[in-house]
């Protein structure tokens, strides 16, 4: 991947993933749920962070000082049980806790994913469970960049196989056309619609 791969690896690539992530902690745990990348901007979230999804934490400043910006920095887990005691949390909705990990992925840093108390019942949640709430949360940072780290092969062998010259179709064990190239459309006269999903026999 080198440095052609780090400038694909963005969250906003898989936002669809990311979003039915954070849903589905937020199903689990009934605590909101924050994504974002390494730019500060929220790429998902639950609650009332889905109507920010698109803007900017501590805007986008990376050397503000603020905890987002230090964790992308540091890569480490962080809880905070009391926002309004801590000098580097900056509560602006009433924040009353919060447990945060880094999403990692080829040796970089790529994003935080975070699950933070709105109410005393979330709050009290974190406090009992917070050993096995970041455990969890590391398991889900792990499946966001697995899955981030597969698309971005996918979409580089597909942009190979677009380039190639040579006419090039792909057919499953029962002839059905699963794929082809620009060049194969070209050659046949073609649209990719008339070529995928049917049989190759019949083509």
């Known amino acids: 991947t080198g440095e052609?791969?780090?400038?694909?690896?963005?969250?906003?690539?898989i936002k669809d993933t990311v979003m039915n992530v954070a849903e589905a902690i937020t199903a689990a745990l009934e605590i909101e749920t924050e994504i974002i990348n390494k730019h500060l901007q929220i790429i998902g979230g639950t609650g009332?962070?889905?109507?920010?999804?698109g803007t900017f934490e501590e805007d986008?400043?990376?050397n503000s000082g603020a905890i987002y910006g230090k964790l992308l920095k540091t890569g480490e887990n962080y809880l905070c049980i009391d926002p309004s005691a801590d000098p580097e949390y900056d509560p602006k909705e009433?924040?009353?806790?919060?447990i945060c990990c880094p999403i990692r992925l080829e040796n970089q840093i790529i994003g935080l994913i975070g699950l933070v108390a709105f109410n005393e019942d979330q709050r009290e949640k974190i406090i009992n469970n917070s050993a096995t709430l970041t455990l969890f949360l590391e398991r889900m940072a792990d499946l966001i960049a697995s899955k981030l780290s597969e698309t971005v092969k996918r979409n580089e062998l597909q942009?190979?196989?677009e380039s190639m010259h040579e006419g090039l179709i792909a057919i499953d064990k029962a002839g059905v056309?699963?794929?082809c190239n620009y060049e194969s459309l070209r050659l046949l006269g073609l649209n990719r619609n008339q070529l995928e999903g049917q049989l190759l026999s019949e083509i």
């Open 4 to 13: 052609n791969g780090g400038k694909h690896l963005e969250l906003s690539v």
């Open 60 to 62: 986008g400043d990376l």
């Open 94 to 98: 009433g924040e009353l806790a919060e």
């Open 159 to 161: 942009g190979i196989v």
């Open 48 to 53: 009332r962070y889905t109507r920010k999804i």
């Open 177 to 179: 056309i699963k794929s």
